[in-house]
Protein backbone atom coordinates (compact mmCIF):
# COMPACT_ATOMS: atom_id res chain seq x y z
CA UNK A 1 0.00 0.00 0.00
CA UNK A 2 1.51 3.33 -1.01
CA UNK A 3 -0.61 5.51 1.07
CA UNK A 4 -2.01 7.86 -1.99
CA UNK A 5 -5.94 7.14 -2.49
CA UNK A 6 -7.14 7.85 -5.85
CA UNK A 7 -11.06 7.78 -6.27
CA UNK A 8 -12.78 6.59 -8.13
CA UNK A 9 -11.37 3.61 -9.36
CA UNK A 10 -13.70 3.40 -12.21
CA UNK A 11 -15.14 6.22 -14.34
CA UNK A 12 -17.30 5.71 -17.60
CA UNK A 13 -18.59 8.54 -19.25
CA UNK A 14 -19.77 10.23 -22.50
CA UNK A 15 -18.20 12.42 -25.08
CA UNK A 16 -18.52 15.88 -24.29
CA UNK A 17 -18.80 15.48 -20.31
CA UNK A 18 -16.50 16.69 -16.95
CA UNK A 19 -15.41 14.44 -14.62
CA UNK A 20 -12.94 15.29 -11.50
CA UNK A 21 -10.55 12.71 -10.09
CA UNK A 22 -9.90 12.83 -6.75
CA UNK A 23 -6.47 11.74 -5.04
CA UNK A 24 -5.42 12.06 -0.78
CA UNK A 25 -1.39 12.25 -0.52
CA UNK A 26 0.67 10.18 1.43
CA UNK A 27 0.69 11.44 5.06
CA UNK A 28 3.52 14.09 5.13
CA UNK A 29 3.79 14.70 1.48
CA UNK A 30 3.43 18.23 0.22
CA UNK A 31 3.94 17.40 -3.69
CA UNK A 32 0.97 15.59 -5.67
CA UNK A 33 1.75 14.80 -9.46
CA UNK A 34 -0.62 13.82 -12.14
CA UNK A 35 0.08 11.31 -14.48
CA UNK A 36 -1.91 9.55 -17.69
CA UNK A 37 -1.14 6.35 -19.42
CA UNK A 38 -3.08 5.63 -22.20
CA UNK A 39 -3.53 1.61 -23.27
CA UNK A 40 -0.12 0.57 -23.62
CA UNK A 41 1.89 3.75 -23.42
CA UNK A 42 4.10 5.17 -21.26
CA UNK A 43 3.41 7.73 -18.74
CA UNK A 44 2.93 10.78 -19.72
CA UNK A 45 3.54 13.33 -16.89
CA UNK A 46 0.74 16.24 -17.01
CA UNK A 47 1.12 18.36 -13.78
CA UNK A 48 2.28 18.58 -10.44
CA UNK A 49 1.54 20.87 -7.34
CA UNK A 50 3.68 21.43 -4.24
CA UNK A 51 2.08 22.79 -1.38
CA UNK A 52 -0.39 23.91 -2.72
CA UNK A 53 1.24 26.18 -5.64
CA UNK A 54 1.46 24.58 -9.29
CA UNK A 55 5.39 23.67 -9.72
CA UNK A 56 5.49 22.01 -13.26
CA UNK A 57 3.62 21.62 -16.12
CA UNK A 58 3.46 18.73 -18.75
CA UNK A 59 2.01 17.95 -21.64
CA UNK A 60 -1.37 18.76 -20.11
CA UNK A 61 -3.99 19.82 -22.36
CA UNK A 62 -5.94 23.19 -21.89
CA UNK A 63 -9.24 21.43 -21.18
CA UNK A 64 -8.05 19.91 -18.12
CA UNK A 65 -7.34 21.73 -14.87
CA UNK A 66 -5.55 20.84 -11.37
CA UNK A 67 -5.74 22.02 -8.34
CA UNK A 68 -4.19 21.26 -5.14
CA UNK A 69 -6.40 22.27 -1.77
CA UNK A 70 -4.95 23.55 2.03
CA UNK A 71 -5.40 20.04 3.09
CA UNK A 72 -3.13 18.60 0.31
CA UNK A 73 -5.64 16.55 -1.68
CA UNK A 74 -5.72 16.94 -4.87
CA UNK A 75 -8.26 17.11 -8.09
CA UNK A 76 -7.51 16.66 -12.01
CA UNK A 77 -10.93 18.31 -13.96
CA UNK A 78 -11.13 16.68 -17.17
CA UNK A 79 -13.38 18.55 -19.41
CA UNK A 80 -15.03 18.31 -23.46
CA UNK A 81 -14.35 14.58 -23.48
CA UNK A 82 -13.17 13.02 -26.21
CA UNK A 83 -12.92 9.23 -27.09
CA UNK A 84 -8.66 9.66 -27.10
CA UNK A 85 -9.37 10.51 -23.14
CA UNK A 86 -9.62 7.23 -21.93
CA UNK A 87 -6.99 6.70 -20.16
CA UNK A 88 -5.24 5.47 -16.84
CA UNK A 89 -4.97 8.48 -14.79
CA UNK A 90 -2.01 8.05 -11.95
CA UNK A 91 -1.40 10.64 -8.56
CA UNK A 92 1.74 10.27 -7.23
CA UNK A 93 3.03 11.89 -3.93
CA UNK A 94 6.34 12.76 -2.65
CA UNK A 95 8.41 15.21 -0.01
CA UNK A 96 8.98 17.40 -2.83
CA UNK A 97 12.81 17.06 -2.47
CA UNK A 98 14.64 16.08 -5.65
CA UNK A 99 16.17 12.76 -4.91
CA UNK A 100 12.79 11.10 -2.87
CA UNK A 101 10.73 8.65 -4.41
CA UNK A 102 7.41 9.18 -6.17
CA UNK A 103 4.58 7.03 -4.63
CA UNK A 104 2.26 6.45 -6.67
CA UNK A 105 -1.28 5.45 -6.54
CA UNK A 106 -2.95 2.98 -7.87
CA UNK A 107 -4.90 4.88 -10.68
CA UNK A 108 -8.58 5.85 -11.76
CA UNK A 109 -9.56 3.98 -14.75
CA UNK A 110 -11.37 6.45 -17.46
CA UNK A 111 -13.52 4.79 -20.47
CA UNK A 112 -14.96 7.45 -22.58
CA UNK A 113 -17.96 5.54 -24.77
CA UNK B 1 15.85 16.57 -27.10
CA UNK B 2 16.20 14.42 -23.58
CA UNK B 3 14.93 11.34 -24.39
CA UNK B 4 15.14 7.62 -22.18
CA UNK B 5 15.30 4.76 -24.21
CA UNK B 6 15.12 0.95 -22.97
CA UNK B 7 15.96 -2.93 -23.92
CA UNK B 8 15.12 -4.78 -24.97
CA UNK B 9 10.70 -3.64 -25.40
CA UNK B 10 9.74 -7.34 -23.63
CA UNK B 11 11.65 -10.35 -22.29
CA UNK B 12 10.49 -14.17 -21.59
CA UNK B 13 12.39 -15.91 -18.78
CA UNK B 14 11.89 -18.87 -17.08
CA UNK B 15 11.52 -18.66 -13.06
CA UNK B 16 14.79 -19.15 -11.26
CA UNK B 17 16.98 -17.67 -13.97
CA UNK B 18 18.47 -13.97 -14.11
CA UNK B 19 18.03 -10.90 -16.60
CA UNK B 20 19.18 -7.69 -17.34
CA UNK B 21 17.36 -4.75 -18.57
CA UNK B 22 18.68 -1.96 -20.53
CA UNK B 23 17.99 1.82 -20.04
CA UNK B 24 20.08 4.75 -22.28
CA UNK B 25 19.74 8.27 -22.11
CA UNK B 26 20.07 12.05 -23.25
CA UNK B 27 18.80 13.76 -20.33
CA UNK B 28 20.85 16.70 -19.24
CA UNK B 29 21.37 18.42 -17.03
CA UNK B 30 20.89 15.11 -14.61
CA UNK B 31 19.67 14.75 -11.44
CA UNK B 32 19.21 11.21 -10.77
CA UNK B 33 18.08 7.79 -12.01
CA UNK B 34 15.07 5.91 -11.27
CA UNK B 35 13.95 2.00 -11.56
CA UNK B 36 10.23 1.48 -11.20
CA UNK B 37 8.09 -1.75 -11.47
CA UNK B 38 4.69 -1.44 -12.68
CA UNK B 39 2.33 -4.39 -12.34
CA UNK B 40 -0.83 -4.49 -14.68
CA UNK B 41 -3.30 -2.37 -13.75
CA UNK B 42 -1.37 -0.82 -11.11
CA UNK B 43 0.58 2.08 -9.85
CA UNK B 44 4.55 2.01 -10.05
CA UNK B 45 6.54 1.13 -7.27
CA UNK B 46 10.06 2.28 -6.83
CA UNK B 47 12.26 0.00 -6.73
CA UNK B 48 16.17 2.05 -7.06
CA UNK B 49 16.95 5.78 -7.14
CA UNK B 50 20.05 7.03 -8.01
CA UNK B 51 22.12 9.86 -8.27
CA UNK B 52 25.25 10.82 -10.39
CA UNK B 53 27.87 9.72 -7.48
CA UNK B 54 25.95 6.54 -7.79
CA UNK B 55 27.11 3.62 -9.83
CA UNK B 56 24.93 0.65 -8.37
CA UNK B 57 22.38 0.37 -5.89
CA UNK B 58 20.59 -2.69 -4.57
CA UNK B 59 17.02 -3.74 -3.57
CA UNK B 60 17.02 -7.49 -2.40
CA UNK B 61 16.94 -9.32 -5.85
CA UNK B 62 17.05 -6.27 -7.68
CA UNK B 63 20.51 -4.35 -8.94
CA UNK B 64 20.61 -1.35 -10.46
CA UNK B 65 23.54 -0.05 -12.12
CA UNK B 66 24.66 3.81 -13.16
CA UNK B 67 27.40 5.28 -15.77
CA UNK B 68 26.81 8.72 -15.88
CA UNK B 69 29.77 9.20 -18.18
CA UNK B 70 28.22 6.65 -21.28
CA UNK B 71 24.88 7.86 -19.95
CA UNK B 72 23.61 4.28 -19.80
CA UNK B 73 21.71 2.34 -16.59
CA UNK B 74 21.12 -1.08 -16.12
CA UNK B 75 18.30 -3.33 -13.83
CA UNK B 76 19.69 -6.99 -13.22
CA UNK B 77 16.98 -9.21 -11.47
CA UNK B 78 18.38 -11.97 -9.73
CA UNK B 79 16.72 -15.54 -9.06
CA UNK B 80 13.82 -14.48 -11.24
CA UNK B 81 10.46 -15.13 -9.58
CA UNK B 82 6.68 -15.39 -11.39
CA UNK B 83 5.89 -12.11 -9.41
CA UNK B 84 8.58 -10.54 -11.40
CA UNK B 85 6.36 -10.57 -14.40
CA UNK B 86 5.75 -6.33 -14.90
CA UNK B 87 6.62 -3.82 -16.53
CA UNK B 88 10.10 -1.86 -15.46
CA UNK B 89 10.24 1.50 -16.26
CA UNK B 90 13.50 3.86 -16.25
CA UNK B 91 12.87 7.30 -15.10
CA UNK B 92 15.69 10.32 -15.56
CA UNK B 93 15.07 13.48 -13.98
CA UNK B 94 16.24 16.57 -15.33
CA UNK B 95 17.49 19.77 -13.28
CA UNK B 96 15.38 22.51 -14.91
CA UNK B 97 14.20 25.83 -14.20
CA UNK B 98 14.72 25.27 -10.87
CA UNK B 99 12.76 21.70 -10.29
CA UNK B 100 13.22 18.40 -11.43
CA UNK B 101 11.31 16.77 -14.46
CA UNK B 102 11.05 13.39 -14.76
CA UNK B 103 11.00 11.85 -18.44
CA UNK B 104 9.74 8.19 -18.46
CA UNK B 105 10.79 5.44 -20.46
CA UNK B 106 8.32 3.36 -22.09
CA UNK B 107 9.37 0.01 -20.48
CA UNK B 108 10.54 -3.10 -20.29
CA UNK B 109 7.66 -5.80 -20.22
CA UNK B 110 8.98 -8.89 -18.39
CA UNK B 111 7.19 -12.12 -18.12
CA UNK B 112 8.27 -15.30 -15.89
CA UNK B 113 7.12 -18.24 -16.83
CA UNK B 114 7.24 -21.65 -14.92
Known amino acids: DSGVTQTPKHLITATGQRVTLRCSPRSGDLSVYWYQQSLDQGLQFLIQYYNGEERAKGNILERFSAQQFPDLHSELNLSSLELGDSALYFC????????????FGDGTRLSIL | KNQVEQSPQSLIILEGKNCTLQ??????????LRWYKQDTGRGPVSLTI?????NTKSNGRYTATLDADTKQSSLHITASQLSDSASYIC?????????????FGAGTRLAVHP
Open chain 1, 92 to 103: ASSTGHSNQPQH
Open chain 2, 23 to 32: CNYTVSPFSN
Open chain 2, 50 to 54: MTFSE
Open chain 2, 91 to 103: VVSEFSGGYNKLI
